[in-house]
């Protein structure tokens, strides 16, 4: 949710989509809102306009996440000048402007800061219609779930960095994150989508669970639907998993009930994602026309699961 701000007027700041991400949200008027997120991240690939890619498509996440359309942003640079030359920082920030081109947004400045450990990201101001914003608290009842990404990205550039990731794996891994959620979002909102959030850091559990909460709905979650990307449940099973993926799971096992699944298909759900898809509940006749449209735009999304009524939380089955 939004961390409410002093302001001279209150009324104007509306509640934003995520517990686990800063985002602000500013009515102008009737038509128009203002949303405005950060994020920045450290390398997850060698190839420094890839990881600028990447950061700048998980910094923007936020703002289609809430249903908005980005409008600029500020680049957010950590760099190590001792170590890393400059000429390095200047293919990341082209990868971020690669994004910016794809997303229709205007890279307007930004601020750097000496740092030993490299890290790069964007402030994101985008528009959205204060009536038509995609919030965490926006689930039904008798909904069906759709998630826009595959999962396993967590596990994947946990094994690239130990060398054990195919090239094939990685390659899916990169082209998921550089993926935006432009189409996810336009998808949603067209369907009358009213409950919604992008999954990264704190996973599919952790941010579809805080969604339930926020909602007072409860989730049942199919497993066998939930798409992974390739290798992902291998490397799992042979105990390539992020830390992040494991406090992830110990902080959702408060609100999730895992039945017969075992800690590896836990942790496959926890997996904390970088610029994941978006998860969204929807009524079940717009489904099936929202993932033809989906899978017509190469993104590999599924109906994972259900809304219901019982008590607030996620139920595996």
Known sequence: MVRHLNSA??????????????????????ERALVSTADFITPVVDDARTW?????????????????RPLFALNLVGWNTDKLPTSLLGEVLAGGQDIADEAGFVIAGGHTIDDPEPKYGMAVTGEAHPDRLLTNAGLRTGQDIVLTKALGVGVLTTAIKNGRAAEEQADAAVASMVRLN????????????????????????????RMALESAVSVAIEFDAVPFLPGA????????MPGGSKRNL???????????????????????????????????????????????TGHQAACIGTTGSGTPGITLR
């Open 9 to 30: 007027h209150p009324d104007r700041l509306l509640v934003g989509p995520d517990t686990g991400d800063d985002a602000a949200v500013w009515r102008l008027d009737d």
């Open 52 to 68: 600028g890619r990447v950061a700048a498509a998980n910094s923007v996440s936020d703002i289609y996440a809430m249903g908005g």
């Open 182 to 209: 432009d189409v996810a979002a336009r998808l949603a909102l067209a369907a009358g989508v009213t409950g919604c959030t992008d999954v990264t850091g704190f996973g599919l559990l952790g941010h579809l669970g």
């Open 233 to 240: 449940v291998d490397l799992a099973a042979d105990g390539v």
């Open 250 to 296: 110990t902080w959702a096992l408060d609100f999730v009930e895992v039945g017969a699944h075992d800690e590896v298909h836990q942790l496959l759900l926890a997996d904390a994602q970088t610029s994941g898809g978006l998860v969204f509940g929807v009524d079940p006749s717009e489904t099936a026309g929202i993932l033809a449209e989906l899978a017509a």
